[in-house]
């Protein structure tokens, strides 16, 4: 049997078959005597006492080497990838144990096979998008020189300004994968501090306003000025950034966006409304993965980065984003980030 491959539970039932034997031993010799019970009676103590101290020895052991190897599994899960737990010992528990070292073993060599495709990943894109930094760089000169020849040539200027709008995707494009690449290999380091909301939020509505006026859209603000947050300023307005750029990207002249912001007891809320084009209801659980394109979409300039990036960042915050949409009434995204409890 199994059972008794193990050296302890062998031991043990060494011990208690003895025990009964021992009693059964004693039980024949007591019945020679006249008043056999009593003795029978104390044979039974001592048999009971002696089978109890066995059992309760064996199974303190056993509980012992099982919260050893609890101990080692919680110092795994906290981050020790060489925790180990012992097994030189036989039998079916240390068997068990062997198969968690291995489970231990596997998931490390998927870590680290994850890490070096992350880093290989990283240097790929990163190495791709400075070769087009140079490039990018002088396409811009040259078409910041036609455009100002190109002033009494309307269909010249045009085409510049169409040139323009390509080289400022290209742009974004190549400054969202270096940002996200970064984030997803931790090279980044968060500079946290307590920053006005308010404050972050009229900086957001400045930089987006000449755009909102061209083409005949609102940006409002709503909340608080006393609201704080704990959390990387510049980060967090690329964040907000490419979500108000996707709200003005789907909505038309006379569109309004509304950036609101509350505190609750335990949680800052940061709402933006937009009464654009909205999001398919098929779209709703795919808008945060990478270059996902839409079927449904009208935009043919987005690139699929931006809400996948700001999500990254607002994670990262120890903050969640939901999004609720209708189609042709708007959508709004709403973030909650937690607000630390002091201790």
Known sequence: MKIFTNNKIRSLFG?????????????????SFENTAPYIFICSLFMFSAISAAMYGYFDEQNKIIETAEAQITEYISGNQAARIECNDEGELYKLFHKV???????????DNELKSKEFLKNTISDIS??????LAALNIYNGIMQSEAENLPEIKEFTDLTEQELDRMETLVQNLLKITRLDAGTIVLDKSAENVSEMMESVKERFSFR?????????LSGENNITLLCDRYWLTQAIDNIVKNALDHTTAGGHIKIEWKQFASVVQI???DNGSGIHPEDLHCIFKRFYRSRFSKDTQGIGLGLPLAKVVIESHNGNIEVDSELDRGTTFTINFLIPTKL
């Open 271 to 273: 709402i933006i409304k």
């Open 212 to 220: 909102a006026g061209r083409e005949g859209k609102k940006i409002s």
């Open 15 to 31: 011990k208690v078959l003895i025990c009964i034997s021992v009693f059964i031993l004693f039980s024949l010799i007591c019945f």
């Open 130 to 135: 400075h070769q087009l930094k140079i490039p």
């Open 101 to 111: 070292n291995s489970l231990v073993a596997i998931l490390n060599a998927h870590a």
